[in-house]
């Protein structure tokens, strides 16, 4: 048992790659071989990165080398600096990788029952798979270019993924859209990297965050990896590719899309507090401010779009912009706040919020597809009174339309109380218009609520039945997640989202471990 | 015209011989000169674009499947992650061929030698694997897109 | 002065590459932008290993009277560029197979005409 803890930070790449390239040849055998197989890898998977969170909350960092003849031999030798690809695992580290992975086999699930009658399915199987090892790369490595590496696999998978569809020719145009800011965004991290390397020759994270200093270079290469990092995490403006992406790919493939947009994310919160860490109290409170005007942006941008929409998908879409915003503006102020200790608080808002929001519009969107599945319908004007076919379905979104909005007891008011007290200190206009960006969340969702599922029976609906027991399976064990975390909110941030601000906060706990305190 | 001329089938088929070993070659060597899996590949790959030019889609895809090509880069994949998990006894990707007496285990003299290629423990057969995926993946790719864009028609896959 | 030509001219691809994705309308003239990007980079990266009057970095290689590593180019730009250019290579197959794809659907490849998600 010790032993695979030891190796859990490789084996959490390699086991799902393993069965990404195994997933072909199963398929040839019977189609519910490989569903099973897909869902016994993922649900191992996550199992094993429950056991590394447990050992992380109790011994602290993790760092694994490889291809070393120990797994935590940093500096071989009488060398001084580390070499090797390293992968340093801290809180907020095993916080994605258990968010990535939940969100993978929830998707799996779902998938297994919503694709009955097309082909290609083992290519979808495969991407799904390498989407999945793409994430957790980016979220466990501890070396910026390896980082590079796993952001373009977790672009190229999912733009191929959303594209899955390709009699529809919006899908096509959402995926090439995609796919071009996404490799321009991630050229640029390419440079970044370049011009980091070049300055202080090294490419691992914790021995670049020991030696910078803040010369103009790196003040350009902040620039240009923060540009890249939010574009592809969906930051106003430069959210374009987001509503057309989610509101026109398979909802199974949506939901991972979200998650690899939080993944980036990630990337951002990485880049701010930990690379460029050692002036966490001294210059990176223009940093701040810059995050929180943008966040405030893609709030006031997701929420208003998200009015005129025809579409069911695309206000959902709109609505997960909006929701990015409230994790901006967590972290800019607590970049903005400096040492303050409603920082803290602000930064245990939005990390919190990072997995509420993907658990809420996880589950609206794969309610949208149900509805999609049943009704063969998208147009909102064209559909009604769905209550009393699909029982189970209104439910569902019944719960992740208050989540969505900030409703006690549900998870979404637990982490925006948090970072609407925060915000209120910095600037009460902040905290003002995230509050009236939440009601009006609130009133879209229940006017789309009432017109879909409510009121009378609309002709052309008269069989729908409904959606098989997969999909409710699926979006039961999100909706589950939901109400846990509503009605204990104590408890799961004392284990899970305390240890994640504490390893952002401090920088020099990251620093020290692989450099051996010197 | 829709045919190539006779003088280029000729001339194709005669140089796609020599573009292979010289590819394998490149592959092969990996450890001692520039090159690599995937270079190597990519100059087999080249080789059968040219046998793509030169014969037509319709010609080569009578002969090679594409269930076939996806089969080898399956193949190619899983021995590139299976030699990685070899190792997982000390770290993953250890290199624990080399210094033993199997097929590559030679440790190398130090200093200016002429190269000797039993030497590099489980690297040249990694340069193997990703040799063999990168010919079929981007053969495959080739002749995917040779298909897909025939004048008349093409597969709607 | 002549040691910065290289870093000029990665200056230049880019904002070439730029020019073509920002304003030309054909599908595959956008493409082509983004590769031209991508050797900019590339370019970029095998620069920054250069060192004056250095060789090759093959360890095994290298003449007799040369001490190691004085004067060796450095290799870790190298790998880091081909990576990149195998990135580059899985990304523009991608972008191709879509543009047929797309060409298929609106039997166009003007980026004005396919414009049918607005807002």
């Known amino acids: ?518 | 015209m829709d045919e190539t001329s006779k003088i280029i089938k000729t001339v194709s088929s005669v140089m796609f011989p020599f573009v292979t070993i010289y590819g394998l070659y490149v592959i092969l060597h990996g450890h001692l000169t520039p090159g690599g899996g995937f270079q190597g590949g990519a100059i087999v790959a080249s080789g059968c674009a040219l046998l793509v030019v030169a014969f037509g889609s319709d010609a080569i895809a009578k002969r090679v499947k594409e269930s076939q090509l996806s089969l080898l880069e399956s193949i190619g994949a899983l021995g590139f992650i299976s030699l990685a998990f070899v190792g997982i006894a000390t770290t993953f990707f250890y290199n624990s061929l080399a210094g033993t007496k199997f097929l590559f285990g030679r440790i190398p003299p130090y200093g200016s030698n002429p190269g000797y290629l039993s030497s590099g423990g489980l690297l040249p057969l990694m340069n193997l694997a990703v040799g063999t995926k990168v010919i079929a993946g981007l053969f495959a790719i080739v002749l995917i897109l040779a298909i897909a864009t025939r004048k008349k028609g093409g597969r709607s896959k | 002065m002549i040691y910065n030509i290289p870093y000029i001219a990665v200056i230049i691809l880019i904002v070439v590459g730029l020019y073509a994705v920002v304003f030309k309308r054909n599908i595959i003239k956008m493409v082509m932008g983004i590769t031209i990007i991508e050797s900019g980079v590339n370019l970029f990266l095998v620069t920054l290993g250069y060192r004056a009057g250095g060789v090759a970095p093959i360890f095994t290689n290298l003449p007799e009277e040369r001490q190691i590593p004085g004067q060796l180019v450095l290799p870790i730009p190298q790998a880091l560029t081909l990576t990149s250019i195998v990135i580059g290579v899985a990304v523009l197959a991608l972008m191709l197979a879509l543009t047929i794809q797309i060409y298929r659907q609106y039997k166009t490849l003007d980026v004005t005409k396919i414009r049918r998600l607005k807002e």
């Open chain 1, 1 to 518: 048992m010790n032993s695979i803890i030891t190796h859990s930070p490789a084996l959490l790449i390699a086991i799902p790659l393993f069965a990404a390239f195994i997933t072909p040849l199963l398929s040839r055998i019977h189609r519910r071989a490989r569903d099973g197989f897909v869902l016994i890898v993922l649900a191992a998977t996550e199992l094993l990165a429950l056991l590394l969170a447990q050992d992380i909350y109790a011994n602290g960092i993790r760092k694994y080398v490889f291809g070393a003849t120990l797994p935590s031999l940093t500096h071989p030798g009488t060398m001084s600096i580390p070499v090797r690809i390293i992968f340093e695992i801290d809180g907020l580290s095993i916080f994605m990788v258990l968010i990535s992975l939940t969100i993978a086999f929830v998707a799996t699930v779902y998938s297994s029952s919503f694709f009955k009658k097309e082909d290609g399915l083992d290519r979808y199987y495969t991407l799904l798979l390498l989407v999945t090892v793409g994430m957790v790369g980016m979220e466990l490595t501890g070396d910026l270019f390896n980082f590079f590496v796993f952001l373009e696999i977790t672009s190229i998978a999912s733009c191929a993924l959303i594209a899955f569809w390709v009699d529809r020719g919006e899908s096509l145009e959402a995926a090439f859209k995609y796919i071009v800011i996404s490799s321009i965004g991630a050229l640029f991290v390419l440079m970044a990297i370049g011009f980091l390397y070049g300055q202080y020759d090294a490419l691992n994270i914790a021995a670049l965050a020991n030696s910078i200093q803040f010369t103009f270079i790196d003040k350009v290469a902040l620039v240009l990896l923060l540009a890249a990092l939010t574009m592809k995490a969906g930051i106003a403006p430069m959210h374009m590719w987001l509503p057309d992406a989610y509101g026109e790919a398979p909802p199974s493939v949506t939901i991972a899309v979200v998650a690899a947009t939080q993944a980036s994310l990630y990337g951002v919160l990485r880049v701010c507090f930990t690379l460029y860490g050692k002036g966490l109290r001294l210059n990176m409170a223009a940093v701040g401010w810059t995050l929180v005007g943008l966040g405030l942006l893609t709030i006031f941008i997701g929420v208003t779009m998200a009015l005129v929409q025809r579409s069911l998908t695309r206000t959902i879409a709109f609505a997960a912009v909006g929701e990015i915003g409230y994790m901006v503006i967590g972290a800019g102020t607590a970049l903005a706040a400096g040492a303050q200790n409603f920082a803290t608080v602000a930064l245990k808002g939005g990390v919190f919020h990072i997995f509420n929001d993907v658990l809420d519009i996880g589950l609206l969107f794969l309610v949208a597809g149900a509805i999609i599945y049943a009704t063969k319908e998208r147009d909102l004007n064209n559909l009604g009174g769905l209550a009393k076919r699909m029982k189970y379905t209104t439910v569902f979104f019944l719960i992740g339309l208050l989540a969505v909005a900030g409703m006690p007891p549900l998870n979404g008011f637990a982490s925006k109380i948090l970072i609407y007290e925060s915000t209120y200190q910095l600037n009460p206009i902040i905290s003002i218009i995230a509050i009236l960006s939440s009601i009006l969340l609130l009133a879209i969702f229940v006017k789309i609520f009432y017109s879909l599922f409510l009121g009378p029976e609309l002709p052309h609906l008269r069989d729908v039945k409904e959606v098989p027991k997969g999909m409710l399976v699926a979006m039961a064990i999100l909706a589950t997640l939901i109400i846990i975390f509503g009605l204990f909110p104590g408890y799961v941030l004392q284990t899970i989202v305390d240890p994640a601000v504490a390893a952002l906060s401090n920088p020099t706990n990251y620093i020290n471990a692989i450099l051996g305190g010197a």
